[in-house]
């Protein structure tokens, strides 16, 4: 519905030129008045700013009084505001939000599904990290499984030697402590602080690894079976987050066995 529209042509008749510059931008000012009718008017005002400004260098004298006739009619329609002029409007934003070329369906590619054979039963496995996860007998192991696995072991290995590397550099700080000490030296006190910081940062990377190294197997076992434990195990942090974490694996863990239960009695 919104033609193209113009400013004033460039003229060696400089009066003209500016006359006509007022008229056009009287005009434009006009029509951004009037498209406030509408409830489309972002859309209309817009539409109108970027024709003017495409169309500002325009320097034929019939273009630009054929520009301008096209908007002082359409400046008239959108003064009238009547059912047509509302029913054009609109099927003008609706044309413009429609996008030219919409995007392409994707095509679902449907997974392979690989019926089991009756001796191929999942069989549970446990990772020497303590992690469990279902392995189906003849199948081999899922490319995502290896790297969740391959990925957990690097982390826990880099734990692992975070933690020796604190170990070694808290025995070396306790022995310069020591050693300044029996010399009688003033400042060997601020060793005391550099190694509550090294002892922080082991109970940290220590909770880190309590579930897969640095917990005793007995005491896992009695952690699992729910079985009383000493008041000094209670007492600490460690013990509640890994039973916590023991019983959501255990969800787990039933969760996936209905769901090969129901696999199989659909088969």
């Known amino acids: 519905m919104v033609r193209v529209y113009a ?17 056009t931008l009287g005009l434009y000012r006009s029509l951004l008045r009037a498209s406030e009718k509408y409830e489309q008017h972002p859309v209309i ?5 970027e ?9 034929s004298r019939p273009r630009v009084l054929e520009l301008l ?17 509302t029913e054009r409007v609109t099927q003008y934003v609706a044309d413009h939000f429609k996008k030219r070329h919409p995007p392409q369906k994707k095509k679902s590619k449907k997974r392979n599904f690989r019926r089991r054979k009756p001796y191929q039963k999942p069989i549970l496995v446990t990772h020497w990290t303590g992690y469990q996860f279902y392995r189906v007998r003849g199948w081999r192991q899922p490319l995502r499984t290896s790297m969740i696995i391959k990925n957990l072991v690097k982390r826990q290995q880099r734990r692992q030697d975070l933690y020796a590397e604190l170990a ?14 029996q010399l009688g030296m003033r400042q060997s006190y601020h060793w005391l602080q550099t190694l509550n910081l090294i002892k922080e940062a082991m109970n940290r990377c220590h909770k880190r690894n309590l579930k897969t190294k640095t917990i005793d197997p007995v005491k896992k076992n009695m952690i699992l079976h729910g079985e009383e434990l000493s008041k000094e195990d209670l007492e600490t942090g460690n013990v509640v987050s890994l039973r916590r974490k023991m019983k959501n694996q255990n969800l787990r863990h039933k969760k996936t066995v209905e769901k090969f239960k129901t696999r199989s009695v659909g088969k």
């Open 51 to 59: 024709q003017f400004k495409a169309n500002r260098h325009v320097t």
């Open 168 to 181: 070694a550099q808290y025995e070396m700080a306790q022995k310069e402590f020591q050693f300044e000490k």
């Open 7 to 23: 400013i004033a042509f460039r003229s060696a008749n400089t009066a003209l030129s500016y006359q006509t510059r007022l008229a």
């Open 69 to 85: 006739d096209q908007a002082n009619k359409i400046h008239t329609h959108l003064q009238k505001a009547d059912s047509h002029t």
């Open 45 to 49: 005002s817009n539409a109108i700013r």
